[in-house]
């Protein structure tokens, strides 16, 4: 399993458009990618990071940090690729 952390740069969070953009990047992954919210340096409950519903019910807003995990072959370039995508400003 290969995961990564990295910050919510899109001023309104993981909601609408950036939620749109991220769940269509990890649809066209090669591994899937689940993401979760950190919350006092622990990972809650992580959702299909392909799903838009379960990315916006998250709660995850600008500056917060998520994890996300997945397995396989295409792991890491999976997982690298959705979270320098989070770590940009999605509104612009």
Do not use: C, N, W
């Not at 740069?9 to 749109?20: W, Y």
């Not at 396989?72 to 612009?92: N, R, T």
């Amino acid at each position: 399993m290969y995961q990564r952390r990295t910050l919510v740069a899109s001023s309104v969070g993981l909601h609408a458009r950036p939620a749109g953009l991220v769940a269509r990047t990890a649809a066209g992954q090669a591994a899937k990618v689940k993401i979760a919210k950190i919350t006092g340096g622990v990972a809650g409950d992580p959702v299909d990071a392909a799903s838009v519903l379960g990315l916006m019910t998250l709660g995850a807003a600008f500056g917060d940090e998520v994890e996300l995990t997945a397995e396989g072959d295409a792991a890491q370039e999976s997982v690298d690729a959705l979270a320098e995508l989070i770590a940009q400003d999605l509104d612009a």
